[in-house]
């Protein structure tokens, strides 16, 4: 297991090198720091609604078995944040992922719902695995093509936001005062482990995954994770209104069996609502792109109790230590970032690929979403970082599968601030692993369509974004 003062180590190098680098803007980004809006009788609306798709529907992308039934269902939850400016919409789906204009649909619609604009809103995903992986645009590219499984299917897409507008209207009817916050945390045991063994070559020796049979899987140390689940939680007076919880890991136990389920996250979840109904409990994936439960997971439906019971203790420990302050100030900020794209992937031969039928689905699904990246970064579509610190907590919205660095990078830089970490927002890039990862090789290199320099673009971006508080 990691130590205390392994991490603490980490962090102290991390915050060094963030205030040493000189980082130059990437070309065509816009860099946005709102400043600090006057708290007066402030509000919050909660809302939750379904988002389960139907029998057939593809999952993960369509290269596994698509649902065959539903073990236990899929929601969006969020809130929004009123009195302080244009509302503020937090939201956090059971999916995969939501990518490019995917994404940019959901924050166009949470906005246009509670009477916002979309740079105020922050949509973010858990990453199970047997649940939808949307990306419109891929989803246009594989449908060409005429005998690929659907990405996402369009009808059910646009369900799922008219269910979504109708969830967020009828929630500011009844919204509530919120004068207090808290953050607690606590540590994990016996869940995250780091995903990359490397070997004395100084590359990627193996990949212990979400699960692994593999005794030496097992007998690895955790390796870098951040050990710790934050809970920020906001209140009227002393009665608990939403508690949000962040935890870097990814959340599967077992899927590719066309079952559907919110896997372990969603679960402990789901079992803390029941204990305290009358608050509304979210849980996001923190910067979890090379973090995984290989370590401790056999993939055994036994060992989806037992990471749900893990988990669910820690959300119960960090809860313990909640202290409710007053809030005296809200401030908002974004950021926007037009990445480099990795020079490896090249538009034309990915297509010929996609067209080529005696390659796998996997295959071919999976580059879809490559050229769709590839066609937005060349439209000069950004991606949407953003942060809400309440007081002295300040909580990231990141994009894409960040390697856990970043999450610890931003709580070094930001070290007199509490700071919870949530990415999986706009999965455009897929990985955004760390610039000296590159070299070492392994999976998550080899699915990363931003280049080495996004690196020290996002690092500076997340350094600003917790520099304007």
Known sequence: MISHSSRRRFLTASAGLLASRGIPHAQGQTQHTNEPSPVSQLRLASFRFDITPPMGHSLCGGWIKPVIDVDDPLEAIGYVLLGSGKPIVICVLDWTGLLNSAHLRWRQM????????????????VHQHNAPFACLDAEAIVKAEGDLPHIIETEFFNRCLKSGRAAIMASLKHSSPVTHIAHGEAEVHQIASNRRIIGLDGKVLSQRGSSSNKPEHHEYPEGLIDPMLKTVAFYNEDQP??????????????????????DFCGLARRQRQ????GCTHLYFNGCGGNIGAGKYNNGSKEARIELTQRLLQGIVASES?????????VQWTTEEILPPLNPGFDEKALMKEISNKSNRTVDR??????VAFIRRIEKQIPLMLSSL???????????AECFVEYQLRAQASAADR???????GDGGPWYIPTQHAYPQGGYAVSVAWCAPEMDQILSSRIQSL????
């Open 110 to 125: 949470l906005a246009e719902a509670a009477g916002t604009t979309p740079d105020r809103v922050a949509v973010q995903c």
């Open 241 to 262: 209104l939403v508690a949000s919880h962040y935890y870097a890991c990814h959340p599967m136990s077992y899927y590719g069996d066309g079952r559907v389920s919110a």
């Open 274 to 277: 029941t204990q305290t109904p």
């Open 321 to 329: 230590s909640l202290t409710p302050q007053r809030i005296d100030s």
């Open 365 to 370: 699904n999976r580059r879809a979403y490559t």
């Open 389 to 399: 610190h309440v007081n002295d907590v300040s909580v990231l919205h990141l994009p």
């Open 418 to 424: 509490f700071v919870a970490c949530a990415a999986y």
């Open 466 to 469: 917790l520099g304007g508080t």
